[in-house]
């Protein structure tokens, strides 16, 4: 039995599902969704879902189960490995308007995951990324798959994945990215590529922006879980020997963050060569009455640590079309015309970084914004952060979340923080 809450925003995420293998993760997100889903209505063909916001999932050994859940109602086993499985190893698109194998292969002019094996050789983190902003904040229909993140554990020489997928269909499509994911971009492209085996491959953890199962799935979906028994081998507890997280932060301010933070960074994060990693999220509900310590609020931290380089990049991205043309595009101002004139799409998304160019060094990597609630939820994804700096990443984030609602009525809303393994240089800091 799931537990309720009284606010619905707590209900609405983020949280995080665990699992040895997709069986199990399946079920549990499903009644999860079906139970305390907010109703939303799509923005394109007006279909009525159910949607938590910020689902994560968390696979600790998914080639030991089944390829797709039992009873799934999305594509078959056969049709994954024959049909699903090869879009994804082929950089042609074919007559698709995209595939997540053309998106990494080819989309950008060059192979990333290529590139990312060789920076992986001496870095822990490496990510290949889908999402054309010259392209897809215009599209109707746009890659759901955004981020592909790699981590690399020298330690144990496995190589783990963390994905960002900003719109996902949980009942039929979640568990076919799933496999598509895993088998291909982290297994064969990945670890067999970088360790020479593809027993090397690790967790694949799933951030679901927009977590939803569509109001016609429902009966089906409800019939399959009535009576289902997960197999005991399927479930698996946080095992830190594998990957630092993901771990999930109760805290609703930055004040509470910074002693939870302390207790779990002790509990939970591994030292790795002289540093120590910690893979987690945390929702800060009210960033602007939030004291960074006694004497600063956050406002007047604002001008000390904010990054107008970030703004301006965003501002006048420098693209390339999908047909090779030089393109630019102001990302906060389209946004924030999105939000006055299609408040419920799911395609409101910020991305800094411009493969294109070989550029993938900006913070955050992504950041998806998502009306709902009368507030503007916000999801900002982080790769290789140092505890240190995350006042900074705050500000930021909380900056452009102020930028895209400029000009309407819309108030601001929860702030989902997504770190994937950062580090820190050493077991006593202090962020106040």
């Not at 990333?112 to 990510?127: H, I």
């Not at 960002?164 to 297994?187: C, K, P, Q």
């Not at 703004?311 to 006055?340: P, W």
Request: charged fraction near 20%; include cysteine; aromatic fraction near 10%.
């Amino acid at each position: 039995m799931l537990k309720c809450a009284e606010n619905i925003e707590d209900l609405y995420g983020p949280y995080i599902i665990r699992g040895r293998s997709i069986d199990l993760v399946w079920r549990t997100y499903l009644s999860k969704i079906i139970e305390q889903g907010l109703s939303v209505i799509t923005e394109d063909k007006q279909q009525k879902t159910k949607e938590t916001l910020c689902c994560i999932s968390h696979l600790t050994d998914w080639k030991s189960g089944r390829i797709v859940p039992r009873n799934y109602v999305g594509l078959s086993p056969e049709i994954i490995r024959t049909q699903y499985l090869p879009q994804y190893l082929s950089g042609e698109k074919g007559d698709h308007t995209y595939t997540y194998g053309w998106c990494v292969r080819k989309r950008f002019g060059f192979d990333q995951t290529k590139l990312a094996v060789e920076q992986l050789k001496t870095s822990r983190t490496a990510f290949a990324q889908l999402w054309n902003p010259i392209e897809d904040l215009k599209s109707a229909n746009p890659p759901c798959v955004d981020i592909a993140l790699y981590y690399n554990d020298f330690s144990t020489k496995m190589l783990h994945m963390i994905a960002y997928i900003r719109s996902n269909d949980m009942g039929r499509a979640h568990s076919d990215d799933v496999a598509g994911l895993y088998e291909t971009f982290l297994r064969y492209d990945g670890a067999f590529n970088l360790y020479g085996a593809q027993k090397a491959a690790g967790t694949l953890t799933t951030i679901s922006g927009s977590a939803h199962i569509y109001d016609t799935s429902i009966p089906e979906l409800q019939e399959i879980l009535v009576g289902s028994v997960t197999l005991a081998n399927e479930n698996q507890p946080l095992n830190t020997k594998t990957l630092p997280g993901p771990i999930l932060f109760q805290s609703r301010t930055y004040q509470s963050f910074l002693s939870e933070l302390e207790v779990k960074f002790k509990k939970y994060c591994r030292e790795n060569n002289g540093s120590f990693d910690l893979f987690f999220t945390v929702r800060f509900d009210d960033l602007a009455s939030s004291d960074f310590d006694s004497s600063q609020t956050l406002e007047k931290l604002n001008d000390q640590i904010k990054d107008p380089s970030l703004e301006s990049t965003i501002r006048n991205y420098q693209g390339v079309t999908d047909t090779g043309n030089a393109s630019s595009i102001d990302q906060i101002e389209f946004i924030a015309k999105k939000l006055r004139n299609a408040p419920r799409s799911r395609r409101m998304v910020i991305a800094p970084n411009n493969p294109s160019k070989k550029i993938y060094s900006l913070n955050p990597i992504i950041v998806q914004f998502l009306y709902r609630l009368e507030k503007l939820y916000t999801i900002a994804l982080f790769s290789n952060y140092s505890l240190i700096d995350i006042p900074k990443a705050v500000i930021m984030v909380r900056n452009l979340q102020n930028e895209v609602l400029k000009g309407t009525d819309i108030a601001a809303g929860p702030i989902v923080f997504l770190f994937m393994p950062g580090t820190h240089k050493t077991k006593h800091f202090s962020l106040s």
